[in-house]
């Protein structure tokens, strides 16, 4: 019985042993089995962040070879335009030298401060306003600025009223200028257009719209209806010379009177003749109105000249509806001194406080008059108030093409001149009607 009980405990003890020893190897294999897991595991994941790696690199060096083929063959389709319709016909804007718009004075600083620099070149130009406002005269003044720069001017005078002593006497070359009074209106535009494709002519002024009167109305009966042929002639004329004109960077100025139209109660009754082609294919439109005449300085003498609103109402090349204010003397044109003050003023470097104007505190004078009299008996103190004036002009002009935020103030001083300016029309409507009456 003693050994029968010795043996059932070694039995148990062994079999115990083998079933440790089992555990062991089934934890042991369990945990190798996990590892190798975790290890495939890992290395599955190496091979997909790979595999996904080249893939993204594939798709970059496809996209990145798609963008060289699509810049070959835009190059491609540049050159064959190019050699087509000639060098020039299309480019890239960064390349694009003639799309920076030049200008050249008008005569009038406080109106090159409105216009941004000046006339812009190789664009149409439009002066419209009442009668006796200033319309002829600013053009030739525009033209007298151009011959001092060294180009070309041309005048059509479909009017038939050019003065050449007081042309001279604004500073005109009357011995230079091109002029041309055509028979019709036809032939006014053809001689325009045969300008223009010269290339030779800078500057070409057209007085007016309103005489360019159509070859059927002058062969035919006084009284006869011809529905739009004025406004036909233009639209025809500019579609040809809008093009041309950009190319050979000669600018038209086009005088243009004012008509009223009939039945309008309500809202302005004024607008120009010709059509409405003018109107769309002008990069400037300039109005021109009498704001006030200017008196002489003794009682019982003769009125000095006008004082003339312009008020920039349209504008491409830099912010519109800006207003510019100056003199318009008799015989003597646009009075130099009063706009070099009345920009100095608008610059900041003539102060005004009260009736006296000051230049580096200096005293000018008290008034307007007293300060124009001081400028004109000290050429020094004149040339002094110029140049700082340009320097000052060029700073602002640079300053408002560097950033936007000044062109937003600017735009609503504007429109509050606006205001003042569209009352000041009421008056003068006002006071045409009346003496209509």
Do not use: W
Not at 61 to 68: P, V
Not at 254 to 262: A, E, G, P, T
Not at 270 to 289: F, H, M, P, Q, W
Not at 394 to 416: F, H, I, K, T, W
Request: aromatic share 4%.
């Amino acid at each position: 019985m003693a050994s029968h009980a010795t043996t059932t405990t070694t039995t148990t003890t062994a079999a115990a042993a083998l079933g440790r020893s089992r555990a062991r190897l089934h934890h042991r294999r369990a945990i190798s089995t996990g590892s190798r897991h975790a290890t495939l595991a890992k290395a599955a994941s190496r091979s997909t962040s790979r595999s996904d790696g080249a893939r993204e690199a594939r798709a970059e060096m496809a996209g990145e070879g798609a963008a060289a083929a699509k810049k070959k063959a835009l190059d491609r389709v540049l050159d064959e335009i190019d050699s087509n319709f000639g060098k020039g016909s299309i480019m890239r804007l960064g390349e694009a030298m003639r799309a920076k718009v030049a200008t050249f004075p008008s005569g009038s600083m406080t109106l090159d401060l409105a216009l941004g620099g000046g006339l812009p070149r190789g664009r149409i130009v439009e002066i419209y306003g009442p009668e006796s406002s200033g319309k002829t005269t600013l053009a030739l003044h525009a033209m007298a600025e151009m011959q001092k720069l060294g180009g070309t001017v041309a005048l059509i005078d479909a009017e038939h009223a050019f003065d050449p002593e007081y042309s001279a006497r604004l500073g005109l070359n009357v011995d230079d200028l091109i002029v041309c009074q055509p028979e019709t209106g036809e032939m006014a535009l053809e001689v325009v257009d045969t300008l223009v494709r010269s290339s030779a002519v800078d500057l070409i002024c057209v007085d007016s719209v309103a005489a360019l009167v159509p070859r059927s109305e002058i062969e035919g009966e006084i009284g006869m209806v011809q529905v739009g042929a004025h406004a036909r002639l233009m639209s025809q004329a500019l579609r040809k010379i809008n093009v041309n004109t950009a190319k050979a960077n000669t600018t038209i100025i086009f005088l243009n009177q004012l008509r009223s139209k009939v039945g309008v109660i309500y809202g302005n009754p004024e607008i120009t003749t010709g059509g409405n082609a003018l109107k769309y294919y002008s990069s400037v439109r300039l109005d021109i109105r009498r704001k006030e005449v200017i008196k002489g300085k003794s009682s019982g003498s003769d009125d000095e000249g006008v004082r003339v609103k312009v008020k920039v109402a349209k504008n491409k090349v830099a912010p519109p509806y800006k207003v510019a204010e100056f003199d318009m003397l008799f015989g003597r044109g646009i009075s130099r001194d009063g706009c070099l003050l009345d920009a100095g003023e608008q610059v900041g470097t003539v102060e005004r406080k009260g009736a006296y104007y000051y230049f580096n505190g200096e005293k000018l004078g008290q008034g307007r008059e007293k300060a124009l009299t001081t400028m004109q008996e000290s050429p020094e103190l004149k040339a002094a108030i110029e140049a700082d004036v340009r320097v000052k002009c060029a700073e602002r002009l640079a300053a408002y093409q560097g950033s936007g935020a000044s062109g937003s103030n600017e735009r609503s001083v504007a429109s509050d001149d606006d205001e003042v300016f569209f009352d000041d029309d009421d008056e003068l409507l006002s006071e045409d009607s009346a003496g209509a009456r």
